[in-house]
């Protein structure tokens, strides 16, 4: 029969709801919204994650929409986070404009009694908290992400209310030793906590917190708490036998706390490491205890020697994931034990350790042959020698990032390009001996690459993102910085890679208009673009540019002189996804400030 509305006749919510859980995006989840009543009072039930910025109304917000999302699980509340008002037409923006305003007056009504000062603060209370208890009964996962006016009473009321809590995000909130015991004591399913800056705690909370929820804790955060020691850990070792992850970034740490953890805590499977007064001995304790650590990530290490490293390869075998930062007194023995040691090893980092050479990385070329992630940044003694043995034994590499690795030039990046031809990602930063030949084999080679960054190498020229656009599928371009491209290498880049949605073109002087037209004709999927500091481009491009790209959403255009506020509304206008622009705030008229003031962002405001 024409015109009878059969799926609404035939399935059952059940069937319905089952559907909207599997579809992806939240764009399809309110296009869905949208087809009638019904889907819309089904698509609410299906909704199980809540995202609020809490620079806006949060108290408010938790309060209504817990009515609405009755089943919602995980609640995200960010301070750090925006609310945007989106870019629409005509008399619907004042609409919207006017209902977040009378959202605003609504809301300082209820709370009479309160001073303007108060109502204008828009943070997340502890009456905010006590609504998020109240109205999602279900709630497993609860983030609160620098929320400081959340206070131990917010997080008591919380805890006494949701008994299922698995997963509790404390960052940056001035939480106390009596809202942390609570929350041990109420929360006995509690499997992922994080404490990161949450200043206001001691030895006493987490001690409590540890003896009453120990047996489900599997995951640990601390950081930048001053009055969290050894004592703390000794109680997570002694309580917390299920530990898999712990992270401590504190210079009040020292080994007895780290001793406590490897002997009590044998299920550890990842640590990350930053306290200075951590020695040796520590580290030799993991690699004794902590047999099925699999995450390794120490940061600024004044302490350790190759001796502690030595441990961690003769233990832990089936290590997989290590990064080594800033630790000065490693070296090419304690690489080479890893190497043979860990055979398993699929993703190492070492940045910044300047007695790390040649030979170390070579040992890792030759015994990690399942490696598929490799971040080599600040390291001037690893030479091109070391990324040949790479590019010969660990053929599943898929990513490479080099920073600052003076040593490491052409001859490095041929051997890469043809050892590891199932490399998706290459980023190089400021390596000045890598140039046209390295690139130009990537492009011959990497016929899987999709993500390229090549920022401020000034030898890479055109001839080279040619071939790059003649052989790779790419989907991110930085090539920030290259001096020596031009037009030529862009018009390759649209003409060969129509998948790409990220690029960055920033402080190439060489490029004109015509790059933009090409890229406006080739690119119809791209997302982001960064034109700052490219001196000849002007509103012409920016016209041709945005006629073909309309997902375009970020578009970064400072220190652009030849384009003016003409540019700054052609964008601003053409493109109906836009979320951000970046631009002298000279540059924006009026108009153009009216119609798109949530997504315009200024470099200075008095420039």
């Not at 997570?236 to 080994?255: A, H, M, P, W, Y």
């Not at 030949?437 to 390229?452: F, P, Q, R, Y």
């Not at 910085?481 to 990220?502: E, K, Y």
Request: aromatic letters at 4%; glycine letters at 8%.
């Amino acid at each position: 029969m024409r015109g009878h509305d059969w799926i609404n006749t035939c399935l059952p919510d059940e069937l319905i709801l089952e559907i909207l859980r599997r579809v992806g995006s939240k764009a399809n989840h309110d296009a869905c919204s949208l087809v009638c009543r019904r889907w819309l009072g089904l698509e609410r039930l299906s909704c199980t994650t809540l995202r609020i910025g809490a620079s806006g109304i949060p108290d408010f917000l938790v309060k209504h929409l817990a009515q609405r999302f009755v089943n919602v699980k995980a609640v995200l509340i960010d301070e750090r986070l925006s609310i945007f008002l989106p870019v629409n037409a005509g008399k619907r923006r004042g609409r919207d404009e006017n209902s977040l305003t009378s959202l605003k007056v609504h809301y300082a009504a209820e709370k009479s009694g309160y001073e303007e000062e108060e109502c204008e603060s828009f943070c997340l209370t502890d009456a905010g908290l006590t609504a998020v208890a109240d109205g999602f009964s279900k709630l497993e996962k609860l983030s609160l992400i620098w929320c400081s006016n959340v206070t131990s009473l917010g997080i008591m009321s919380l805890a006494g209310k949701c008994s299922f809590l698995k997963s509790l995000d404390l960052q940056g909130c001035y939480v106390g030793d009596q809202g942390l015991a609570v929350v041990g004591k109420c929360c006995k399913q509690l499997k992922d906590l994080n404490l990161r800056f949450c200043e206001s705690l001691t030895d006493a909370g987490l001690v409590d917190l540890a003896i009453s929820c120990g047996n489900s804790l599997k995951s640990l955060g601390v950081a930048a708490c001053a009055r969290i020691t050894d004592k703390s850990l000794e109680a997570v070792g002694s309580q917390c036998k299920s530990l898999e992850t712990l992270s401590l970034d504190s210079e009040f740490i020292r080994n007895k706390g780290i001793l406590a953890i490897a002997q009590g805590c044998p299920l550890l499977k990842v640590l990350k490491l930053q306290c200075i007064n951590v020695t040796d001995e520590a580290l030799m304790a993991v690699g004794i205890s902590c047999l099925l650590l699999e995450m390794l990530a120490l940061y600024s290490f004044q302490q350790f020697t190759d001796n502690g490293l030595c441990s961690i390869g003769k233990g832990c075998k089936k290590l997989k994931n290590l990064t080594l930062s800033d630790c000065y007194f490693l070296s090419d023995k304690g690489l080479e034990a890893i190497a043979t040691g860990c055979t398993e090893l699929t993703r190492l980092e070492v940045n910044g350790c300047h007695n790390i050479g040649t030979i170390g990385l070579e040992s890792v070329g030759k015994s990690c042959l399942r490696l598929t992630e490799l971040a080599l940044l600040y390291c001037q003694r690893i030479g091109n020698f070391a990324l040949h043995e790479v590019g010969r034994g660990c053929k599943y590499l898929q990513a490479l990032h080099l920073v600052d690795c003076s040593s490491i030039g052409d001859e490095a990046i041929c051997s890469i390009a043809k050892g590891c031809r199932n490399l998706k990602k290459l980023h190089i930063r400021r390596c000045y001996e890598v140039g046209n030949k390295g690139i130009i084999a990537v492009g011959e080679h990497c016929h899987s690459l999709t993500d390229l960054s090549l920022r401020f190498c000034d030898r890479v020229r055109d001839e080279a993102l040619i071939a790059v656009g003649q052989g790779c599928p790419l989907e991110q371009l930085n090539v920030s910085g290259c001096n020596q491209i031009g037009d030529a290498g862009i018009v390759a880049i649209a003409r060969g890679c129509p998948q790409l949605t990220c690029l960055d073109v920033s402080v190439l002087q060489n490029l004109r208009d015509m790059a933009l037209a090409e890229l406006g004709e080739g690119c119809p999927l791209l997302k982001d673009i960064v034109l700052s500091h490219c001196r000849q481009i002007t509103d012409i491009g920016l016209s041709h540019l945005v006629k073909n790209c309309q997902m375009l959403e970020s578009c970064h255009m400072v220190y652009c002189p030849s384009v003016t506020a003409a540019g700054v509304a052609t964008v601003v206008s053409s493109c109906p996804n836009i979320k951000k622009v970046l631009v002298e705030k000279w540059k924006v008229s009026p108009r153009t400030k009216r119609i798109a003031g949530s997504v315009l962002s200024y470099l200075c405001v008095d420039l």
